[in-house]
T-cell receptor
């Protein structure tokens, strides 16, 4: 079945460090891929998305490229800030998934000054 | 534009009781999905409602039920509560305009004791 596997956390980085959070997926058909972010005590917010192979989603300095050949959608940011501390979820959706999103288990990021 | 709103934000119930959670969809969105997020996990799809009918269901027992109203708001009902039902319950809305992107509310924290 469809699934998403995310890099285990937690991740702790110093401010201005480079961030990569790995995400790979298994899907039938052609999924759309998403990154959502959850700040402490809040719901999930859409960070970025890509709907077809080789698309790059970007927002707030974060980027992720839909790689069909490696079934990956890794999240990157060149210089993290303390305000980026949150839990990041990779997710997929396909027309075959019965209208549901499949989420990874989340990766907790803490950025220290 | 009004976002997704959920109520109550926190509640405590006793095992065996019933609970109703409420959700108002984002302005212009006619589809509502419900997810359960256990502590430290990613959201799990419960079901989706479109035009007041269930339009997809995840792997949850029948004691999880829902409704959608003509104004697109929705309720999640859980009967015979179990301790494992303790979780954050997230409502998400979407529409044809938003495509396959869903937008989450802040969630309702349910504790079953």
């Amino acid at each position: 079945g469809d699934s998403v596997t995310q890099m285990e956390g937690p991740v702790t980085l110093s401010e201005e460090a480079f961030l990569t959070i790995n995400c790979t997926y298994t899907a039938t058909g052609y999924p759309s891929l998403f990154w959502y972010v959850q700040y402490p005590g809040e719901g999930l917010q859409l960070l970025l998305k890509a709907t077809k192979a080789d698309d790059k989603g970007s927002n707030k300095g974060f980027e992720a490229t839909y790689r069909k050949e490696t079934t990956s959608f890794h999240l990157e940011k060149g210089s993290v800030q303390v305000s980026d501390s949150a839990v990041y979820f990779c997710a997929l959706w396909t027309p075959n998934t019965g209208n549901q999103f499949y989420f990874g288990t989340g990766t907790s990021l803490t950025v220290i000054p | 534009e009004t976002g997704v709103t959920q109520s109550p934000t926190h509640l405590i119930k006793t095992r065996g009781q019933q609970v109703t959670l409420r959700c108002s969809s984002q302005s212009g969105h006619n589809t509502v999905s419900w997810y359960q997020q256990a502590l430290g996990q990613g959201p799990q799809f419960i079901f989706q409602y479109y035009r007041e009918e269930e339009n997809g269901r995840g792997n949850f027992p029948p004691r999880f039920s829902g409704l959608q109203f003509p104004n697109y708001s929705s309720e999640l009902n859980v009967n015979a509560l179990e301790l494992d039902d303790s979780a954050l319950y997230l409502c998400a809305s979407s529409s044809r305009v938003s495509g396959n992107t869903i937008y989450f509310g802040e969630g309702s924290w349910l504790t079953v004791v």
